[in-house]
């Protein structure tokens, strides 16, 4: 995981439902697992969410490790790796100094951390929590503590964009563009590097302008074309490139970023109601975080009834769109249709587990709030004709364990660039209203 001299890790619980796999990362440190690690993950071991699947697959992993029984000083990782350890810390929290007056599977996760440190002069052990309050109380008893850091991207800030302004194209550049075959060689317009599959340009010359694509199948820059998806018109240069993007057949995984305001969903949703004809089923799906710290049990009803306020977003999109038509119209009445036939399903994200993912238009709205192996975990499920798209915002998250550096769309982002089947559009204009642009950059 890092570039040291040999240490013990210890592991809090966030880091294994982060990432079940998290034992691979290590390298020649030993990795320790408190009992109250195993304990918390007995509560995660039934369900069919995410976080549950992680309970179960770690939680297997380690049966198989310790096939031949768990001794004191731990099973090996494998060939050049450390020993894992599964250890208790002998006197309880009373190993911090009765700093903690309260016995919590926190304070029993620092307590092993603290006991090891003592048994182990000279050798570092640092614990490793996706949570920030436990990395500070660590630091304040004088332990090292980290955050999981194996699949965060090196700054949010500096992440792919999707697109380019060049300015001082030539304007012959720029004319062809406009001429059949409506293509351009990169060398004649003189980009700033070397050019990546589909990255989007806005070519300049003094008044004259293109929006022109970067084609892996030629590599020629291709002109982008505004273009109308079910009513839905762009309304700026980001909003042109989004729509081409979703609406090409070659490119199977799309990944939208911007913060509110900036059309992300409406767009994607627009497009499969646009392709309705290409694919056997459009989804519509988001994970389900509660806010405020408030669990779904406290809302009232049963499961559709606490689930619906976190589809909301998704239905009022959809709405947007059908308004753009009269209510006596076929269009209007045919989205109607689509959804009472289950052609076109609004869910939460957890629900399509198991599903047999061929022929769909697949979005995922808020995709910031999953972890990477959440990612990678809906993304393998893509059958043949399948188109996936992640909408979402890297600043914006609303699970306690995720940042703008190790949330899933980041890392989906950081990762995928350059494939000739994927695209990527950071929106950065507001177009939802004045009022919601004004808010979302000075608020």
Known sequence: MTNREKATFVLDTNVVLHDFQCLDHFQEHDVVIPITVLEELDSFKKGNDSINFSARSFIRQLDSLAEGGLPPEGVSLGEERGQLIIRHAKGGIKALEGVFTEDTPDHRILAVAAELQTQLPGEAVVLISKDINLRMKALAVGLTAEDYITDKIACPDDLYSGNALIEGVSADAISALYEQPYSVEPEKVSLPEEPVANQFYILRNGSRSALACQSPSDNLLHRVRKCRAFGIDPRNAEQAFALHALLDPEISLVTLT?????????????????????YRQLYLARPVVPLSNRDMGFLPGDIQSKLDPYMHPLWDNLGVIR??????????????????????????????????????????????NLTPHEVKTIITRAGEGTKFIFTGDIYQIDTPYLDSRSNGLAYLVSRMKGQSIYAHVNLVRGERSKLAELASDIL
């Open 258 to 278: 911007g913060k509110a305001g900036t059309g992300k969903t409406l767009l994607a949703l627009a497009s499969s109601l646009e392709l309705r004809k290409r």
């Open 323 to 368: 308004n753009k038509y009269a209510r006596d119209s076929g269009e209007y009445q045919m989205v109607q249709d689509m959804i009472d036939s289950e052609k076109l399903i609004i869910t939460p994200l957890a629900y399509i587990r198991g599903r047999s993912l061929n022929k769909a238009f697949f979005i995922v709205d808020e995709a910031q």
